[in-house]
């Protein structure tokens, strides 16, 4: 898959920007705030998932704009595509791809596939368990269709569980009992299909994610992933039964997939507090490199590689170790110096300021 042009209007301070990229390297050089990260977000938005920055829509949009516009021509197995997102603060935003349009956004990861590293990748290792669970979904469905539905629709369940619990005030009736029995079996049936998922996904990702660790880090260290869902053990209707009292005091769903997390331990300890920065560094590398081979091999595709001012978080050994890891696709870095390791040659360099690209 190679991204041949980009549009962007009214997305962050590119007010008119149009690009055609090198189907090799790209290097994208300007100085912080000039809307370096803002291109790399708007090509990451193509792929239909949320912004890696974790910027909620009205962000987005340039200042005094109610709707922002990012359009890609696309060229995939030889057949070009036109991939089009409005972003608005009015109303629900909308994608569309050959102005056919898509129903969920997640649906433009068959047409955009997006692997992007960035400096705050670190939380995938220190952070909340909702960026791991996130990172999982994600990646399962690049090339699930069905996995995404399901998730969706757990989702939607999820919410009606949550409205019921709020409704009651801690108190238990017969109509309560009567619909939450209706929502536990969906909710239930649809926790069954992404806890498989999960830990078939896992199984297939834990020796990628070891064969980079190993080759990023520069040594021999074990790496193993387990899902952490205690659910899972007695069956979420059990689970449900048990934690019924806590979730009618609470007004919440209090166990389930949504709380689940990935435990990633790193020489038989849990890398989250016991690995040095520089290890979780490594782990964080490993997790996207492994990343972008899973989806190569489901998808039979190349994903577009985003490399947001990574270089400039590593130290030199990782920096090379990190470049002899990177495949033959298409690429697009950031710099604030224009400095890149060796091993790197770009075919293309852009430069901007204040949102305007200059070739």
Partial sequence: MIIKRLWLTDFRNHRETEVELDQNTTLVVGLNGHGKTNLIEGLYLLSGARSFRGAKVDALISSGKSSAYIRAEVEQQGRLSLVEIELTTQGRSKAQINKQKVKRFRDLGDTVRVVVFSPDDLELIKGA???????????????????????????HILRQRNNLLKQAKGRMTSSLETNLNIWNEQLVEAA????????????????????????????????????????????????????????????????????????????????????????????????????????????????????????????????????????????ILTSATGTVPAGVNPSQTLNIVEGQIHE
């Fill in 129 to 155: 368990p909702t960026i791991r669970r996130a990172l999982l979904d994600d990646t399962i469905s690049i090339a699930n269709p069905e996995f995404r539905a399901v998730r969706t629709n757990f989702d």
């Fill in 192 to 331: 069954q299909l992404i806890g498989d998922s999960r830990e078939a996904f896992i199984a297939r990702f834990e020796p990628l994610v070891s064969d980079y660790y190993q080759h990023v880090a520069g040594r021999e260290d074990v790496i193993s992933l387990q899902l952490d869902a205690d659910w899972r053990a007695e069956g979420l209707s059990e689970a449900l039964l048990r934690a019924q009292n806590d979730e009618l005091r609470r007004g919440m769903t209090l166990v389930g997939p949504h709380r689940d997390d990935l435990t990633i331990v790193l020489r038989a300890l849990h890398s989250r507090s016991h690995a040095s920065q520089g290890e979780q560094r490594s782990l964080a590398l490993a997790l996207r490199l492994a990343t972008y081979c899973y989806i190569q091999e489901v998808s039979g595709d190349q994903p577009l590689i985003l490399l947001d001012d990574v270089f400039s978080e590593l130290d030199e050994s990782r920096a090379r170790l990190l470049v002899e890891c990177l495949p033959e696709a298409q690429i």
